[in-house]
């Protein structure tokens, strides 16, 4: 039989948090190259490509510009992650931009990224993930009418919890669904490309004629254009947050990223190239669903394939999105920034389960409601405000931090010109279409402030009292304990 730990008396369990006697408490790095590639691309097509050409071609209106913002969005996408490879290289902490700020800025900033992240902007793009997700499942089985809601809402909801579970569970396991996923992805990315590439050989470019002709372009348009385009990018910073779990991450960060996101942009732009070569630009703007519509036009009697794996490609992204989060939530935990528990790891598992199980009940509660795409919107743009920050956190320490090693120097006029488009993809949407909403979200990141006031800055007795019998308890029933300390 096995031997139970000795009773402890109540009032010596809650004076301190449990410890494992263990020298290394921490993560184990278990993130290669090709696992690394993998998140990069397995976060970044997600349901993005498969319904945002859209939304891109509605604001440039011609052929041509939609396929040069496409590709432009992944040189910025890239610029900004060599950025961001500097940065993962000389503060090797996981959680992403918040380290950055930290250094860079101090404490307030980098509270609000992981104020607006954790509780907005991260979970609610998870919820919408798993919402593509059961609407592609879905699809099939309804053939002529929308699903209904209620199953919608359902598989979504299964799907997210899923996830969730494997992430908490193990690294290895959240690693390898992301590998599988990414290869099945690819399958139908692959698909589509090649189809295309046949129907251009056989002549298909009738679509292609003059496709610079078009209504006049604006800087508002294009801004607009860039927006919808880089959220289908969104993720090229994903492996900023696992930096502690990648093996040797001087090599391995910045490799997954000159690797990743060009093969990404590549796939984007032929990807976008065999739209149009079975579809008219009116066609693609009245077509519900992109990929399906082009399923349906090319591959039938088979077309049932690309809701399949578009239903693969978005349970990747929403895996990646939750692998990469969790992290965020857990390194915050840990400089004390949100509750002390959500930095502790899983005794027997060795992974952030408190802040993973976190995400995924706030994901929850963004699921119920169901029709958030307009929140979506309107907050993804905050995402280029932190983006632009650390950018300019970058340039501020290269010569308030001379100190620090930088295994990787990018020349200075690529962080410059990122943080100038940041500016631009920040403002555009306020000036071509000032509404509210926009000024709602400012508020409520700088709402932060009053919490980082009150429970951060002054520490009230009265919270630390009601929060250290919970988090003992929590510890308790989740066999979690705290992290052993990071070396700077």
């Known amino acids: 039989k096995r031997q139970l730990p000795q009773p402890v008396k109540r009032d010596e369990r809650l004076k301190e948090p449990l410890r494992l ?16 590639i993998c998140v990069i691309v397995g976060t970044v097509i997600g349901s993005g490509i498969f319904v945002s050409p859209k939304a891109v071609l ?23 992650a060599l950025c961001f490879a500097e940065l993962g290289t000389m503060i090797t902490k996981s959680g992403g931009e918040y380290p950055y700020l930290m250094e860079a800025f101090g404490p307030i900033p980098a509270y609000l990224f992981s104020w607006a992240s954790l509780i907005v902007i991260k979970p609610s793009s998870f919820a919408i993930i798993c919402l593509s997700f059961a609407e592609y499942t879905a699809a099939p089985f309804y053939p002529g009418c929308d699903p209904p809601t209620v199953v919608i809402k359902c598989l979504a909801t299964a799907a997210l919890v899923t996830i969730t579970l494997v992430n908490a569970l193990s690294v290895k396991w959240a690693s390898y669904v992301q590998n599988f996923f990414a290869a099945a992805k690819m399958v139908i990315v692959i698909i589509i490309i090649v ?11 009738k679509n292609f004629n003059n496709s610079f002709d078009g209504p006049p372009l604006s800087v508002g348009t294009i801004s607009l254009a860039f927006y919808n385009g880089l959220w289908a990018y969104d993720g090229w910073n994903q492996l900023n947050y696992i930096t502690e779990e990648l093996k040797d ?3 391995n960060l910045p490799l997954s990223i000159v690797i990743g996101i060009p093969l990404v942009t590549v796939c984007y732009v032929l990807i976008n190239i065999s739209y149009f070569t079975v579809m008219t630009s009116t066609e693609l703007l009245q077509s519900p669903a992109v990929a399906v519509t082009y399923g349906d036009r090319v591959l039938y009697p088979a077309s ?11 349970i990747g992204a929403a895996n990646g999105t939750c692998f990469t989060a969790g992290r965020l939530a857990y390194v915050a935990g840990r400089e004390g920034h ?12 060795l992974t952030p389960a408190p802040a993973i199980i976190f995400y995924g009940a706030v994901a929850i509660i963004y699921i119920i409601p169901g029709d958030i795409n307009t929140l979506i919107n309107y907050f993804s743009f ?7 920050l650390t950018v300019l956190g970058l340039i501020v320490m290269r010569f308030t931090r001379k100190d620090l090693e930088r295994p990787i120097r990018v020349p200075l006029i690529i962080p410059i010109l990122v943080m100038l488009v940041s500016i631009v993809l920040v403002l555009a949407p306020i000036i071509t279409a000032p509404e509210l909403p926009y000024l709602y979200c400012v508020l409520f990141i700088i709402s932060g402030l009053i919490f980082y006031v009150l429970f951060i800055h002054f520490k009230f007795s009265w919270a630390q009292k009601i929060s250290k019998p919970i988090t003992m308890h929590l510890q308790m029933l989740m066999e979690v304990v705290p ?5 700077e």
């Open 21 to 36: 006697n263990s020298p290394n408490l921490n993560f184990f790095s278990q993130v290669g190259l090709l696992s690394g």
């Open 58 to 80: 509605a604001n440039v209106g011609a052929v041509g510009p939609c396929l040069v913002i496409w590709a432009a969005c992944g040189v910025l996408a890239t610029l900004g």
């Open 195 to 205: 189809s295309g590439i046949v129907l251009l050989a056989q002549g298909n470019t």
């Open 249 to 251: 991450p001087y090599r």
């Open 304 to 314: 049932w394939i690309v809701p399949l794996f578009v239903a693969f490609s978005t």
């Open 338 to 349: 949100m509750l002390k528990v959500l930095s502790y790891i899983s005794i027997k598992r």
């Open 382 to 388: 905050a995402v280029w405000i932190f983006y632009g």
């Open 483 to 487: 992290p052993e300390d990071v070396p």
